[in-house]
């Protein structure tokens, strides 16, 4: 995988991991929101061609810099193609998020797999961060941990436990973010366990 740095309009709109700078420009207009290449031409009132040669995409080579590589309009097909397939497969995954559910946290096996969405806060409790030392454990990968009262679709108590990584914490600069703007979704429910 190569890494791309984007550049639209002389501001750095970051470095993407992609095969080809065309692909990076598909994981940059995606990022950004938009469906397509097209899409994002359209928004901005221009045309395809336009758009791409607003964009400065440029592979990086060695530790002292980049190389700049040439997009082509007519290679934004394949880009599109990308951002489709994506689309469709983030479309599947989206329906098949499940995740352990246990009937006792002294449970060593999960007694049921859920989605985690049926475990709804009906009660507008917060979640909180726990104090669970996640080095030394399968965990060690996260850098917080929280919970967030919950409850099943049968009416039982219970709690969701979320594992987030360094990037969902902390904003591009490495400062902490606001527990408000954490991914608090489906991806990052780890269990639930029933109270």
Not at 12 to 24: C, D, I, L, P, V
Not at 52 to 61: M, R
Not at 136 to 149: L, S
């Amino acid at each position: 995988m190569r890494t791309f740095k984007i550049i639209a309009n002389d501001v750095e709109m970051g470095a993407y991991q992609a095969n080809s700078s065309m692909e990076a420009v598909a994981a940059y207009v995606q990022d950004a929101g938009y469906k397509s290449i097209e899409d994002a031409a359209d928004v901005c009132k221009q045309t395809v061609e336009e758009f791409l040669g607003d964009l400065t995409v440029s592979e990086e080579e060695s530790e002292d810099g980049y190389v700049p590589e040439v997009i082509t309009p007519e290679n934004y097909q394949a880009a599109k193609a990308l951002v489709e397939n994506t689309k469709k497969e983030e479309s599947k995954m989206e329906k098949k998020i499940e995740v352990p559910v246990f009937e006792s946290n002294c449970n060593t096996g999960a007694d049921f797999y859920a989605d985690p969405d049926t475990f709804e806060n009906k009660n507008n409790e917060n979640a909180e961060p726990t104090s669970r030392c996640l080095s030394g454990t399968n965990d060690f990968w996260a850098a917080e941990e929280w919970t967030e009262p919950v409850v099943a679709p049968d009416g039982r108590g219970a709690t969701k436990y979320y594992l987030f990584a360094p990037e969902d914490v902390t904003d591009d600069d490495g400062m902490p973010l606001e527990a408000d703007c954490y991914p608090w979704d489906g991806y990052h429910v780890s269990r639930i366990v029933i109270d």
